[in-house]
């Protein structure tokens, strides 16, 4: 466990309102729930626009550029010759959806 100072503005405050340790327990997630939905909204925002811009969600673009050259060479004459740049940052969205989801839901099951 962490140690951290509360500002006596707030410590005061939060004392009269009842107990310290929870109330800034109870701060603690509300903050950190908050952070990740933002985390995951931004996430989201950048695959669809991936998704919109390719036609395909994640899976099926991965899967199609990993194993179909037809399927490169009309994403790159047609598309995007930056595809390569566009898949990375793709995967790193598609993934943190995921595992900021599952950070979210460990938090809100403990």
């Known amino acids: 466990m962490a140690t951290i100072a509360v500002k006596d503005k707030y410590a005061e405050v939060l004392t009269t309102l009842g107990d310290l340790q929870t109330a800034v327990d109870l701060a603690l997630q509300r903050y950190t729930i908050e952070q990740i939905t933002t985390k995951i909204d931004e996430l989201k925002r950048r695959e669809a626009i991936y998704q919109d811009k390719y036609g395909l969600e994640y899976p099926t673009f991965a899967q199609s550029i990993s194993k179909d050259e037809t399927f490169?060479?009309?994403?790159?004459?047609?598309?995007?010759?930056?595809w390569e740049i566009d898949l990375a940052d793709w995967e790193f969205c598609h993934k943190g959806i995921k595992d900021w989801t599952q950070q979210l839901q460990t938090l809100l099951l403990t």
Not at 72 to 82: A, D, G, L, P, Y
């Open 72 to 82: 490169i060479n009309h994403i790159e004459t047609n598309v995007s010759k930056q």
